[in-house]
C-alpha cells in the first residue's frame, strides 16, 4: 500500500500470525477483506507455506526509459535469465544497493509471483521494466546518457576497475549459456567479477548484488571527493 499498488480483494487466514493480521486490518478501510480457513488459504497460495494472505493487486512492468529518469542513473538489465526466484533476488538486492530500476528481456516474468516473493516487496518499489527488444534498451539508454556495460564470467574488466560512478546499463545473462552474444556485442565494455578457482561462475543474484554494490563504493566516494578538493584549496589559500 505504502508503494502506491491498489489491492483489490485480499483473502486472511483464520488463525493469522500478528504480523498478518496487523497487515489484514490495514487492508480494510482499502480492498475487500475476506476470512478463510487454512485449507482455503493453502488452496489459494501457490507456495508451499502460505504466509496467510494472498492478495489480488493491480501491477504493470513500468516503460523501459523509467528506470533510466533517475539524477545518475544505475539499471540492471537481466537478458534471459528463467529462474523467477533468481530475478526476484536481482531486484532486492537492486533496490538495497541503491541502483535505480531493473529492465528484463524474455526470461521469467519479473512480476510472477515467484519473483514476486523473491523480490519480498522491492519489485512494488522499483522501476521494473520488461521488453522484448534489447536493441531499444540500447537505443534509450544512448539517449538518456548511459554507458553500456555487459557482465561476462571472464575476461572483462574487473569490476572494481570500471567506472560505475557514472550513468549505467549492466546487463547479466542467463544462469546456463550466460549473456546474449548480440547484447554483449551492443556494450561499451565487459565486466568481470574475479572469482578463484575452480570457480568458475557466480548465482546471478550474487553477482548483480556484488557490481551494485561497487557502484554504490565509487559514487560515494565521488560525492565526497569535491569536498576533499575544497578542503585542501581552502588550506592552501589560508
Given at each position: 500500500?505504502?508503494?502506491?499498488?491498489?489491492?483489490?480483494?485480499?483473502?486472511?487466514?483464520?488463525?493469522?500470525?500478528?504480523?498478518?493480521?496487523?497487515?489484514?486490518?490495514?487492508?480494510?478501510?482499502?480492498?475487500?477483506?475476506?476470512?478463510?480457513?487454512?485449507?482455503?488459504?493453502?488452496?489459494?497460495?501457490?507456495?508451499?507455506?502460505?504466509?496467510?494472505?494472498?492478495?489480488?493487486?493491480?501491477?504493470?512492468?513500468?516503460?523501459?526509459?523509467?528506470?533510466?529518469?533517475?539524477?545518475?542513473?544505475?539499471?540492471?538489465?537481466?537478458?534471459?535469465?528463467?529462474?523467477?526466484?533468481?530475478?526476484?533476488?536481482?531486484?532486492?538486492?537492486?533496490?538495497?544497493?541503491?541502483?535505480?530500476?531493473?529492465?528484463?528481456?524474455?526470461?521469467?516474468?519479473?512480476?510472477?509471483?515467484?519473483?514476486?516473493?523473491?523480490?519480498?516487496?522491492?519489485?512494488?518499489?522499483?522501476?521494473?521494466?520488461?521488453?522484448?527488444?534489447?536493441?531499444?534498451?540500447?537505443?534509450?539508454?544512448?539517449?538518456?546518457?548511459?554507458?553500456?556495460?555487459?557482465?561476462?564470467?571472464?575476461?572483462?574488466?574487473?569490476?572494481?576497475?570500471?567506472?560505475?560512478?557514472?550513468?549505467?546499463?549492466?546487463?547479466?545473462?542467463?544462469?546456463?549459456?550466460?549473456?546474449?552474444?548480440?547484447?554483449?556485442?551492443?556494450?561499451?565494455?565487459?565486466?568481470?567479477?574475479?572469482?578463484?578457482?575452480?570457480?568458475?561462475?557466480?548465482?546471478?543474484?550474487?553477482?548483480?548484488?556484488?557490481?551494485?554494490?561497487?557502484?554504490?563504493?565509487?559514487?560515494?566516494g565521488r560525492v565526497t571527493a569535491p569536498s576533499a578538493e575544497a578542503a585542501g584549496s581552502a588550506s592552501g589559500s589560508a
Amino acid at each position: 500500500m505504502t508503494a502506491g499498488v491498489r489491492v483489490d480483494v485480499a483473502a486472511v487466514s483464520t488463525s493469522p500470525a500478528p504480523r498478518v493480521a496487523a497487515l489484514a486490518r490495514r487492508l480494510e478501510p482499502v480492498a475487500r477483506v475476506v476470512r478463510v480457513t487454512p485449507a482455503v488459504m493453502d488452496a489459494l497460495s501457490p507456495a508451499a507455506t502460505p504466509s496467510g494472505l494472498v492478495a489480488l493487486a493491480v501491477l504493470r512492468p513500468a516503460p523501459v526509459e523509467e528506470a533510466m529518469r533517475a539524477p545518475r542513473p544505475l539499471v540492471v538489465g537481466l537478458s534471459g535469465v528463467q529462474d523467477p526466484g533468481n530475478t526476484g533476488a536481482v531486484i532486492r538486492a537492486v533496490e538495497a544497493g541503491g541502483a535505480s530500476g531493473v529492465v528484463t528481456v524474455d526470461g521469467a516474468d519479473p512480476l510472477g509471483w515467484k519473483a514476486l516473493r523473491g523480490a519480498m516487496g522491492s519489485a512494488f518499489r522499483l522501476p521494473i521494466a520488461r521488453t522484448g527488444e534489447p536493441a531499444a534498451a540500447r537505443r534509450l539508454a544512448t539517449a538518456h546518457g548511459l554507458r553500456v556495460i555487459a557482465a561476462a564470467p571472464r575476461g572483462g574488466t574487473p569490476v572494481a576497475e570500471v567506472d560505475l560512478s557514472v550513468p549505467c546499463l549492466v546487463w547479466l545473462g542467463a544462469e546456463g549459456s550466460g549473456l546474449d552474444r548480440g547484447v554483449a556485442a551492443t556494450a561499451d565494455e565487459a565486466v568481470s567479477i574475479p572469482m578463484r578457482p575452480p570457480v568458475e561462475s557466480l548465482n546471478i543474484a550474487v553477482a548483480a548484488a556484488l557490481i551494485v554494490y561497487e557502484a554504490a563504493r565509487q559514487r560515494a566516494g565521488r560525492v565526497t571527493a569535491p569536498s576533499a578538493e575544497a578542503a585542501g584549496s581552502a588550506s592552501g589559500s589560508a
